[in-house]
């Protein structure tokens, strides 16, 4: 039965059909084909249980503050607020691309976002200015990577659903980790900027940053009001998406860049995307539970357990299996499909839950800006007018520095375990 499942999914996903529908055409498939054959109202009954769950409401409010902030033109003052601070570097506007989406990690959470929203502006900045189309977008997709890592994050918020963990500590485990990932790339571009020579321009002035600073510094605080109300327990995490949403509609407001026509925009892109990943989520939690029936995790502990018994090893092999299928499938449903089926060896070998999380976190993340189904990749093709096998190509040298730090991470988990033990305490280990 898994592998009718695993392998209708594969093939369905090769003919490019949409992830949603392929994993509900390979549950309703492997249902029909075993013993469940007449029990086929099992299949609404999970999807219904697996959505009606209190801590996945904060997805929509994160992805409709996203929405939000690009319809009303919060990324172009952050944007020019990073140029004023770094675009006097070398390869300036490559660090101006990923520092805005450090700064934007903050709001949105979500790397379609940043691509669709940043990536337009970043990509036309950087082609005015003598950039190469393709290493403009390959540059604008790498540092997407930023945003589901750095809080908050809606990846991590359904990790959290899976894993039984709480959202504050995910997102205090995904704040140094997220960093060292726009850190590493900032390091990166200005070692290619030794070699070749990128366009550069004169440095802002202190009068220039200030009243960048100025433009933009409420659109800049608002990642600071959205952590820090949730850890001070002010509000939880649904409540922080809803303040979020709020507070990007009165930036609109305050800044008159909010219409009708675009809180409608905004409105039905965030019900497009919240369906499509509630609709993944259900049909996920249905083959989660033919794989539990299968006793799946188990013959995989098994299996794994035959292999080695290192802890190190096991991390290695994990970390390529990891993005093997991050290349091929999108970040939501392969950690639906993944957290179920590893949770219980990643137990056995006795890895905190909350340093799993952003391990597979950023390894599926990666695979966004990895050829050939990375939908990052689609994404910069649309915005930046580039053809897909120039930006696949320009896009290999960046796995240098996120695979690096993915290693790291690995590796080493007190990078994100440290400030969530500092601030909540050190967790009790779910077995």
């Not at 669709?116 to 604008?140: N, Q």
């Not at 202190?206 to 433009?215: C, K, L, M, T, Y």
């Not at 993944?280 to 794989?291: D, H, R």
Request: aromatic fraction near 8%; include cysteine; charge should be neutral.
């Amino acid at each position: 039965m898994f592998l009718v499942l695993f392998i209708g999914f594969i093939v369905l996903i090769l003919l490019r059909v949409p992830v949603s529908m392929a994993i509900g055409a390979a549950v309703l498939m492997t249902f029909a084909t075993s013993e469940f054959s007449d029990s086929l109202y099992i299949i609404p009954q999970q999807i219904l249980e697996g959505v009606n769950k209190p801590s996945l409401a904060a997805v929509p409010f994160f992805i409709m503050a996203g929405n939000l902030m690009n319809v009303v033109g919060m990324t172009d003052r952050i944007f020019n607020f990073a140029n004023a601070l770094v675009g006097h570097f070398r390869a300036g506007l490559a660090q101006v691309n990923v520092l805005s989406s450090m700064i934007f990690a903050g709001v949105s959470g979500a790397a379609v976002a940043d691509c669709a929203g940043l990536g337009a502006i970043e990509i036309k900045a950087m082609k005015e200015r003598g950039y190469k189309p393709e290493f403009a977008a390959a540059v604008t997709v790498c540092s997407a990577v930023v945003g589901p890592i750095i809080p908050p994050s809606i990846g991590l918020v359904i990790y959290a659903f899976l894993a039984q963990q709480s959202v504050e500590r995910m997102f205090l485990a995904g704040l140094i980790p997220g960093l060292v990932v726009g850190g590493s790339l900032m390091v990166f571009n200005r070692l290619l900027a030794i070699k070749y020579k990128f366009p550069t321009q004169e440095r802002a002035s202190f009068h220039e940053i200030r009243e960048a600073g100025i433009d933009g510094v409420l659109a800049l605080i608002a990642p600071g009001i959205i952590l820090g109300s949730i850890l001070g327990g002010f509000v939880t995490a649904t409540e922080a998406g809803v303040l979020a949403c709020i507070y990007s509609m009165i930036l609109g407001l305050f800044y008159k860049t909010l219409t009708r026509e675009r809180l409608w925009k905004a409105l039905t892109d965030t019900m497009l995307m919240t369906s499509v990943i509630m609709i993944i989520i259900g049909f996920s939690i249905a083959m989660g539970w033919l794989l539990a029936i299968e006793q799946v995790p188990q013959m995989i502990g098994d299996a794994v357990f035959s292999v080695t018994e290192s802890r190190s090893v096991f991390l290695a092999l994990m970390l390529v299996f990891i993005i093997l299928v991050g290349c091929v499938v999108e970040g939501v449903p392969a950690k639906l499909m993944l957290v179920p089926m590893l949770l219980p060896v990643i137990d056995s070998f006795g890895i905190d839950r909350v340093h799993f999380g952003i391990i597979i976190q950023l390894g599926l993340l990666i695979g966004i800006a990895t050829p050939p189904m990375g939908i990052g990749l689609y994404i910069m093709v649309e915005v930046g007018k580039v053809p897909f096998e120039k930006v696949a190509i320009a896009v290999l040298p960046f796995m240098i520095p996120l695979m690096v730090v993915l290693v790291l991470i690995t590796y080493v988990p007190q990078l994100t375990l440290w400030l969530p033990d500092l601030v909540l305490g050190p967790d009790t280990p779910i077995r």
